[in-house]
Structures are given as structure tokens and as C-alpha cells.
């Protein structure tokens, strides 16, 4: 069975070909990163115009690669939300008017399905059910995955994804965008316990160290580096918005006194405080749910501090560790392809009046 994967949710064109579940015929990609970048970050209509451009000369590269026709197709699988709505409004119709016009069955994949199944386009795969946590752009989720189309969601962030935070903390720290990628380059020459930045652990009473805290709640002050233990009681969601503005802080006071910023320094301190919450939180949800297995996905999850972190707990706490090599972690068309060969078998195939959605159903 050749399934075609489309994926249009934010500034990357991709498309992919991939045989039965396993064999990935071609995955070709148009980035958007030099169009974005003077902006510091991606313009929806500038976005979704560039999308025009790229999609039919994408496929069509894919189907080459894979030395195929597009007849020869079985399935095509195209992302259906959630993301920008122009975005996936290009890559979806054009998925919608091939199929109308080939008659090869269509069906619309949550992105975030992709980004849970990406890790089994490499040779060695989990087994269910595992605990996944997928960190992009848009999300910062933990999921507990129990099949190939059953995902219960664990806990997510509840103001920005932690890749806004990084590509945030680089445009204010002036760093091009994607700025993930920058922080993280960065932070390797830097030393993480320079600067004290909060970790939300968000337990039953709100607890920051050295952050805000909402209006009315009680601030607990939390030693970060007291074992993974102590966050036994903790939330499952996410909160990166007070840590950002924790270096937002930092820069203008260092700016008022005449302090030259070190940069390395901010970002080595500013990621070890996402990952140490990343990791934690990930496992705890492993202990609590009794799971053996843990899964990455999400641009955020290609962070090498992050993999070095995750992968040092998890032998500590004898899980198993399972992570896409950082090209099946961002934005592909090889997940949904992936993603479209398992939901097939579920959904019946789309039809032509569905629409994209802005936010995951999964
Ligand atoms: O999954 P993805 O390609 O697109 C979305 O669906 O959002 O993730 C892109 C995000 C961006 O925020 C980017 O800055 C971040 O992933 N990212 C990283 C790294 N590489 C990409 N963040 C931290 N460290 C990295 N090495």
C-alpha cells in the first residue's frame, strides 16, 4: 500500500511517500525559515501564500523520489488541523481536489497524531501503550499512547508551547527565528546554573521559584534541585509564559544596571529550566500511570540538552527511551503519511465538505 503524507499546519511545506507502515519511499520539505526570519517569527499570510507556491512542486518531488506515479497512490493522508488555518487550508484542499479528481481516498490527520507516531518511522519501535511527550511550536502535551489511534491527553501548557518560548527568549534576546535551534546553540558554551530562572511545577498550590504567581495564590517557593520525588503531587500541565518573562526581567535589569548580557549564559540557564519541568513531569507521569516506556516528538524534542536529560532520567529510573532522529521530530509529511496508513483503517475515508480546525482533537 503507498500512502502520500501532506503537511501544511505552519511554515513547512512537506510531503513524503511511504510503503505499507515501514518503508519511506521519499520525504521532501520547502522551508519558510528565510522568509520568517527578518520578522522574528511566522506571518499566517505570508505563510499561507508561500504554501501556494511550494505544495504542487512538493508532491511532485516526493512521487519522483519515490518513483512513482500519482496513480499508483493508495491513500492520501493530509493534515487537517490543528495549526494556522490559511496554512492548512492549502495543503488540505489541494489534498481534497486530487482525490476528487483521482478518486484515491483521502483522510484529513491530526497533526499531533503524526508527531505521536513519528518515532515509528525509525528501526527500533516502542510498544504500546507509552507515555509521550510532544513539545512544538504549538503544544507541549503528554499524552498516554495505547494504540495506534488511541491517545488519552495527560496534560498540556496552559499559556505558550515551550518552542514559543525558546523562539520568544530569541527574539528578545535578539536571536533569529526559528530561535529554538539559536537558544540551543548557544546554551551548549553557556552555564546553566549562571542564572536561578522559575520552574512552574504547577502542584496543588501554584509554585514558582523566584517567578510571579497569579493573583490570589499562594506562592511556594520550591528548591529546583530537590529530587523528582518531590513533584509527586504535581499538575501534569505545563506553564512557560512566567519563566519568559522571568528573562525578560533579567535582560532590563542587567540592561539598567550596564551589565553586559551574557547570552550563553541566559540560554544554557533559561533551557535546563524547560527541560528539568520537560523531563520531570514526563516522568512522573510514567510512575503514576505504571508505564515502562517512554516516546518524544515535537520540534522541541530535536533540543539535544532535552534528549542528554530525558535520556539520563529514564536510565535512572530503568525506562525505556524512544526518540526520532530531530527530521521526523519538526514538521514532516512521512508522519502523516504514517499517521494516514493507521487512521485509514478507523475513519472511513474523508469526504469532500470536511473542513481544517485550528485546535488538536486528539
Ligand atoms: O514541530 P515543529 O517543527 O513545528 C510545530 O508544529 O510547531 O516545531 C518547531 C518548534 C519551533 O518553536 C522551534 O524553535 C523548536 O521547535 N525547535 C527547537 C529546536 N529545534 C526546533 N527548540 C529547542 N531546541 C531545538 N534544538
Partial sequence: MLTLGIETSCDDTAAAVLKDNDILLSSVLSSQDQIHTRFGGVVPELASRKHLEAIVPIVQEALDRASVTLKEIDLIAVTQGPGLIGSLLVGFCYAKAISYVTRIPYVGIDHMAGHLLAVFLEEGKPEFPYIALIVSGGTSSIYLAQSYTSFSLLGRTRDDAAGEAFDKVAKLLGLPYPGGPRVSAEAMAGNSAAIKFPRAWLGRSLSFQGGHTSAGAS????????????????????????????????????????????????????????????????????????????????????????????????????????????????????????????????????????????????
Fill in 219 to 362: 506562592p511556594v517557593v520550591r528548591d529546583t534541585t530537590l529530587p523528582s520525588s518531590t513533584v509527586e503531587d504535581e499538575s501534569l500541565d505545563f506553564s512557560f509564559s512566567g519563566l519568559k518573562t522571568a528573562v525578560l526581567n533579567h535582560c532590563n535589569q542587567s540592561r539598567q544596571k550596564d551589565i553586559p548580557l551574557q547570552i550563553q549564559d541566559i540560554c544554557a540557564s533559561f533551557q535546563e529550566s524547560i527541560v528539568d519541568v520537560l523531563v520531570e513531569k514526563t516522568l512522573y507521569a510514567a510512575r503514576k500511570h505504571n508505564i515502562q516506556t517512554i516516546v518524544m516528538g515535537g520540534g522541541v524534542s530535536a533540543n539535544p540538552r532535552l534528549r542528554e536529560s530525558m535520556l539520563d532520567r529514564c536510565q535512572q529510573e530503568e525506562k525505556s527511551l524512544f526518540v526520532p532522529r530531530p527530521s521526523f521530530c519538526t514538521d514532516n509529511g512521512a508522519m502523516i503519511a504514517l499517521a494516514g496508513f493507521y487512521y485509514a483503517r478507523k475513519l472511513v475515508p474523508g469526504s469532500y465538505d470536511q473542513d481544517v480546525y485550528s485546535r488538536s482533537q486528539i
